[in-house]
Structures are given as C-alpha cells and as structure tokens.
C-alpha cells in the first residue's frame, strides 16, 4: 500500500517546454487535488477533481491542465513552463463525502530555468 | 472558509507541552478547525481536528474555545520530530478545499 506517489521527484525544465507530472494513489478515493508551494509560503490549490473524468479550478490554475481519465491517476501538464512555475508540487487524495482529511504525496522539486 | 490567524514562529523545549494557538474569530457553525503539519520539504501531515468538543488522539489534543472563536493545538510530549510548520485550517464539512495560511513555524529545542 503506497497511499500517493508522484512523479518525478525532481525536474528541471528551460523555458518553454513541457511536461506532466503524475499523481498516483491506490486508496481508492475520490477526490484528488494539485497544490504549488512557494518558498516560505503556504499550499496553494491549482486544480482539483471529485470523482473520475472531472476537473475543476483552484485558486491558481493558470498555465495548468490537468486530467483524470482514471480514479486512480490525476495528470498536471505544463504546455509551456515559465520560471514563475517553478515551484514544489503536491499532490494530495481525499476520500470524499464526509470525510475530509487529505492524504498528501512527497511532492515534485520543478524548476524552469 | 473562515480566515484564521497564527503566530508565525515559536520555539519549545524537548520533553516539554506545546501549545499552538490559532484565532478563527469568523468561523461559522458547520465549520470544522483542522490542523495538518510539514515536515521540511515533506508533504503536509494531518493532525486532528474538531467542531466544538475538545479532540485528543495518539499525536496531539486539540482545545477548542467554547466561542469557537479560537483553538489550541497541544503537542504534549515535544519531541525534535515535532519541529515543522503548523497550519490551522477552517473548513465545512464537505467542502472540497483546504486553504493554507503561512501556519507557524515550531521549533523544538533540545
């Protein structure tokens, strides 16, 4: 049982390519989300999904996509980094309904030079 | 969600009780106080939570005023382990977002 892996742990980018980091969780949740962290600042919520084939917006999601094609997967792509993306990722899964505590990944260390 | 307000640094000793506070002065009825931590670089952890009635379970205790105006996370045996950034959190109940302040940076001092 390994709860939420990400991946890649590290990524350097230049500027304008892209790429997809992968959340994966095996507890069977429905609700999954993408937050950036910023250094010296709190969590901030990117995108967002409650059950399978849904995506919805978070508090920054600008120059982000995201997909859910399958429960247990949550996809964030980058079309065309930028060095303001860089950042630390997390992903995290909640059960959904009323249970509301968030299990979060290791996160992905991403800088775009 | 409400807003809520820490102290963004405090220090404790090894072996001691820490206490946590947070201020959650606009914090509705249906909403619940949650509090997660991170390690550094590590994902955030959940702690506990609570509506109105005190909490306890195996990593902390949580005190939360009768107002609900303000909660107090209690860490009761520090440990160096212990050293991370607390983040109090109001949330409703089915709410699908948490939001993250600044939290306030523990230190536990040996």
């Known amino acids: 049982n390994a709860g939420v892996t990400q991946t890649p742990k590290f990524r350097v980018l230049k500027t304008g390519q892209s790429m997809t980091l992968l959340c994966a969780q095996d507890?069977?949740?429905?609700?999954m989300y993408w937050y950036r962290q910023d250094p010296g600042m709190g969590l901030r919520l990117i995108h967002y999904s409650v059950g399978e084939g849904t995506t919805a917006k978070g508090e920054v999601p600008d120059g982000y996509n995201v997909s859910r094609l399958k429960k247990q997967n949550f996809l964030l792509g980058l079309e065309s980094a930028a060095p303001s993306q860089t950042s630390v990722y997390f992903c995290?899964?909640?059960?959904?309904?009323?249970?509301?505590?968030?299990?979060f990944g290791p996160g992905t260390r991403l800088t775009v030079l | 969600d409400a807003k809520t307000t820490q102290p963004p640094s405090m220090d404790c000793a090894e072996g001691r009780a820490a206490n946590l506070p947070c201020n959650h002065s606009t914090i509705s009825g249906n909403e619940y106080v949650y509090w997660y931590r991170q390690i550094h670089s590590q994902g955030p952890q959940y702690i506990i939570h609570g509506l109105k009635n005190n909490e306890t379970n195996e990593m902390a205790s949580l005190i939360i005023t009768e107002d609900r105006k303000s909660s107090t996370l209690i860490l009761p045996h520090a440990t160096l382990r212990d050293t991370a950034v607390y983040y109090c959190?109001?949330?409703?109940?089915?709410?699908?977002?948490?939001?993250f302040g600044q939290g306030t940076r523990l230190t536990i001092n040996p």
């Open positions: 959190i109001v949330k409703s109940q089915g709410a699908q977002k948490l939001v």
């Open positions: 995290a899964t909640q059960r959904g309904g009323y249970s509301d505590t968030q299990y």
């Open positions: 507890m069977n949740h429905e609700y």
